[in-house]
């Protein structure tokens, strides 16, 4: 199914753009509608300088069914939900139409505002395609307009042929034209406007209405990375990146002496640098110099005694409290220190050894060869390690408190079935220590413990049940290894977080055809809850950081973070096919639902 979205920017004596955007086949219509009344809300809260908001006199969103035109439905409310859903086999038409009375907007700064605008959405939405013509020089005098087709044929129409012109796409590897526009970096104008848009998204997104809202704080910190990049001499760039990994060595060496644990930790409290070295036998010297990274980091801040003469003081920040011993994200630290750090250090002998290919795993990856055991899988050192098993269990948590475990997923059948007595609604593959199904538990009373499967290794199972957590009474805990062997038969559902990650795309088949094989019911479905990556070879720009480095990181342990387009060809190879996919709003995860083919 397509959707389409036109904007329409009509201003006398400025310029008129359209921007076409095309929801990809196979995308769910609500899906569409959400997108719609994104962009909606983009022109309603940015800026076109950077500095004044856009007016927008008059701002209305159009939704309609394509076809015979027989159904039409205003705004975003449940009944066009209803009407979409209704009627999947016809395409959803939108049209957000907005008229614009931009006095003080150029061309350029309006046409840079629409290239930012379809650069954020494809981001956002990895199956939303967009064109767009590059620069144009507008001449401000009659009415002029860039019609954008969305079959992938940009055309120019204007009244007069002075007052548009089109400049010459980028392209992609495959030779075709880009969704957006290469960087212009001989257009300083083009440049500072995105600066100024950049700025803008900062602070819309760090206003006292946003605090609370974590998907914000994210935005704002994505757009200070690019803003900083933009902006910082590209020497800078490079001694930077050892400066930051000085700061990752002095958290490693805190964390060894236990630093961070002999500073107190209770409101308003601090210790001089003097004590602190006393407390971990070290030179108040050496104190001083490894802290230093960390209070210009702001990790630790500094307290100086001038003007009072005092002694200098070191005392906790927000962040520094989470890498107290015990803390999930003490345990993440260790975890990425050796997975990344370390490892970073083997690679280039690594991949001269088994050829520049991905690992295949389950054994010799860059972990296990680390190690000096190429011969084990990640999991089998982990085993042979107390500590690190410990802080990997540990550091799981913290990665499951980052990204949503519920409010994705469309619940409604599922709690059906708990309703109508299902005897087995909820299979949680590889479910560890059963964190994941509290979790579901809690959100959604409906559905009862003794209804919900916990399978994982034997030593998991048995660490589980020793832990007899009253919260998860009732569930059964099941041995099982996803490697080898099949779930349960008959469930309705088969839930896998970050699951398939760990695994290269070989190792992702066999997990999901020995799932397939429990799927005795054509109702029952598999759901893969991950990070859904950017597809590099259709998405205009590159992933954000952290999506980027979290695929990089899985790289040590043979894993990878996936796009869409590979989890339908790691499904379609295991007998199965996508059937859904449900998109956290403030962060890359998603859950992706699977059904037999």
Request: proline share 6%.
């Amino acid at each position: 199914m397509a959707a389409h979205l036109l904007n329409d920017c009509a201003v006398p004596n400025h310029v008129e753009l359209t921007t076409g955007f095309a929801l990809s086949s196979g995308s769910d219509a609500v899906e569409g509608c959400e997108i719609v009344q994104e962009i909606d809300d983009y022109f309603a809260t940015s800026t076109i300088d950077g500095r004044s908001p856009v007016p927008l006199p008059d701002t209305r969103l159009v939704l309609r069914l394509g076809g015979d035109g027989e159904r039409d439905a205003h705004g975003m409310s449940d009944g066009q939900t209803k009407a979409v859903q209704e009627d999947e086999t016809r395409p959803l038409m939108a049209t957000p139409q907005t008229t614009m009375d931009l006095n003080e907007a150029t061309g350029p700064e309006l046409g840079h505002r629409h290239s930012t605008l379809l650069t954020e959405m494809t981001h956002r939405h990895p199956k939303l395609e967009a064109k767009w013509d590059s620069d144009f020089s507008p001449v401000p005098r009659n009415k002029s307009s860039s019609n954008i087709d969305l079959a992938g044929t940009s055309k120019m129409r204007h009244s007069d042929s002075e007052e548009l012109v089109p400049k010459a796409n980028g392209s992609n590897a495959n030779g075709n034209c880009s969704s957006i526009p290469s960087p212009n970096f001989a257009n300083p104008a083009s440049d500072q406007n995105r600066l100024l848009h950049l700025a803008d998204v900062i602070t819309r997104n760090i206003s006292p209405q946003a605090a609370a809202d974590d998907g914000r704080g994210i935005r704002a910190a994505n757009a200070a990375l690019e803003l900083a990049a933009a902006v910082r001499p590209p020497t800078d760039t490079v001694m930077g990146w050892f400066a930051t990994m000085s700061v990752i060595s002095a958290v490693r060496l805190f964390m060894h002496w236990k630093a961070f644990d002999m500073i107190p930790s209770g409101e308003g409290e601090s210790i001089t640098y003097a004590a602190l070295a006393e407390r971990v036998s070290a030179e108040e010297g050496l104190v001083v110099r490894v802290a230093s990274m960390l209070t210009s980091s702001h990790v630790l801040a500094h307290h100086s005694g001038f003007p009072d003469d005092q002694a200098p003081r070191l005392s906790h920040t927000p962040t520094s409290l989470l890498l107290l011993s015990g803390q999930s994200m003490a345990a993440m630290f260790s975890l990425m220190y050796t997975n990344v750090v370390q490892v970073s250090s083997v690679l280039p002998e690594y991949f001269d050894c088994y050829g520049r290919t991905e690992p295949l795993g389950p054994a010799h990856i860059p972990t296990s060869y680390l190690a000096g055991q190429p011969e084990e899988p990640y999991f089998a050192l982990l085993k042979k390690d107390e500590a690190a098993l410990r802080d990997f269990n540990l550091a799981m948590r913290i990665s499951s408190r980052r990204v949503p475990v519920t409010g994705m997923y469309d619940m409604s059948r599922v709690l059906q079935a708990a309703l109508d007595g299902r005897e087995t609604v909820w299979v949680d593959v590889g479910g560890g220590d059963g964190h994941t199904v509290k979790e579901f538990l809690k959100a959604y009373p409906g559905l009862k413990p003794e209804q919900c499967v916990v399978q994982d290794l034997e030593e998991v199972v048995v660490a589980a049940r020793e832990q007899d957590d009253e919260e998860l009474s009732g569930v059964r805990w099941m041995k099982m290894d996803f490697l080898h062997d099949a779930p349960l038969k008959g469930a309705l559902v088969y839930y896998l977080r970050h699951i398939l990650r760990d695994y290269s795309d070989a190792v992702a088949i066999t997990i999901l055809s020995n799932v397939a094989r429990a799927l005795t019911d054509p109702a029952s479905r598999v759901l893969i809850s991950e990070q859904l990556n950017p597809d590099v070879a259709s998405t205009a720009g590159p992933p954000p950081l952290y999506a980027a480095f979290k695929d990089f990181s899985m790289l040590s342990i043979g894993g990878k973070e996936r796009s869409l387009r590979q989890f339908e060809e790691v499904a379609g190879a295991a007998g199965l096919k996508v059937s859904g996919v449900f998109r956290d709003r403030a962060t890359p995860h998603a859950v992706v639902e699977l059904a037999l083919k």
